[in-house]
Nanobody, 121 residues
Framework: VQLVESGGGSVQIGGSLRLSCVAS????????MGWFRQIPDKEREAVAG???????SYANSVKGRFTISQDNLKNTVYLHMNSLKVEDTAMYYC?????????????????WGQGTQVTVS
């Protein structure tokens, strides 16, 4: 499956963005999806995950501010980000993994997008 993210950009503190991840080559309904973020010289960090049954999980740092969702008809996963903080600045990646693997572990994911940059200032 190929994943392409979009929706990143520059936003003021307290603002909102919606990231999109469009999948092709396979249906996202067959996978569990996740959003990760990374800043230079740091490890990739799990931000949010959504299981095939629709259940969601979040990193503590974004809980209550970010929402992951998916539209199987559009084969798209979203990350709605509200109340953005400077520390949310990072490259954001969408990823797909088979059911049963740990959502927070980047090694669980078989497919990755190219990333979209989010800058909060």
């Amino acid at each position: 499956v190929q994943l392409v993210e979009s929706g990143g950009g520059s936003v003021q503190i307290g603002g909102s963005l919606r990231l999109s991840c469009v999948a092709s080559g396979d249906t996202i309904g067959r996978y569990c999806m996740g959003w990760f973020r990374q800043i230079p010289d740091k490890e990739r960090e799990a931000v949010a995950g959504i299981e095939s049954d629709g259940s969601t999980s979040y990193a503590n740092s974004v809980k209550g501010r970010f929402t992951i969702s998916q539209d199987n008809l559009k084969n798209t996963v979203y990350l709605h980000m509200n109340s953005l903080k400077v520390e949310d600045t990072a490259m954001y990646y969408c990823a797909a993994r088979p059911y049963g693997r740990v959502w927070t572990f980047s090694g669980s994911y078989d497919y990755w997008g190219q990333g979209t940059q989010v800058t909060v200032s």
